[in-house]
């Protein structure tokens, strides 16, 4: 059965196949915004949407445009039909698919909204509630994490910045070790501890 709640300004559709949105993610909508006052033109992209609630508050509270990039159909659908319930239909796109394979080579955008799955795979029993493929994130939480920063590694254009959830700031730490950041391609410039997860806020030099 479908449901509603208030997220921000915008009213989010969704049911039991994708993540329930958590209000405190909006922190995740409004830095994103703030970020795109400054960011290069051009749109935001968000991976992992599910129904599309942090990308879709980002925008509205930006003015610019979203394209939205989830493996799942419900939760694409549900993207596109809160798109269109809050107005701002003509400023998404939405496209389901793999994460390497939502953008074309050499397509960039100036920021980036990445909410992966980062729940360890042994400690996913804790929410029977939720859609494993939705919070299972691998041995360590952080595989379609990595995915994601190898998204942004290879599209996030030069002054632009993303804002990566993720569930600990140990996980940051070991995602600084990853290549993109040891060979300076990308930066971690800043971490901010929220209500539940964390935010880390991923600039690539101008």
């Not at 949407?49 to 942090?54: D, E, K, R, V």
């Not at 496209?95 to 992966?116: H, S, T, Y």
């Amino acid at each position: 059965m479908t449901e509603q709640m208030t997220f921000g300004t915008l009213t989010i559709a969704f049911d039991e196949r994708v993540l329930r949105p958590r209000e405190w993610t909006s922190a995740q909508s409004d830095w994103a915004a703030d970020l795109s006052l400054e960011a290069p033109s051009g749109p935001v992209l968000e991976l992992c949407s599910g129904a599309g609630h942090i990308g879709l508050l980002s925008v509205a509270l930006s003015g610019r445009s979203l394209v939205c990039v989830d493996a799942s159909a419900v939760a694409c659908d549900f993207a596109r039909a809160n798109a269109v319930a809050a107005g701002l239909a003509d400023r998404v796109e939405v496209r389901e698919g793999r994460l390497e394979d939502a953008l074309a080579p050499g397509e960039l955008v100036p920021v980036v909204i990445a909410d992966p799955p980062w729940v360890p795979r042994q400690e996913t029993g804790r929410y029977p509630e939720d859609p494993l493929t939705a919070i299972d994130g691998g041995n360590d939480g952080l595989d379609v994490a990595r995915a994601c920063l190898a998204v942004i590694d290879a599209h996030l254009a030069p002054g632009g910045s993303a804002v990566l959830q993720v569930g600990t700031t140990g996980q940051t730490d070991i995602l600084r070790d990853e290549p993109c950041f040891a060979e300076g391609r990308l930066e971690m410039v800043e971490v901010r501890q929220e209500v539940r997860g964390v935010l880390a806020r991923i600039d690539r030099a101008g």
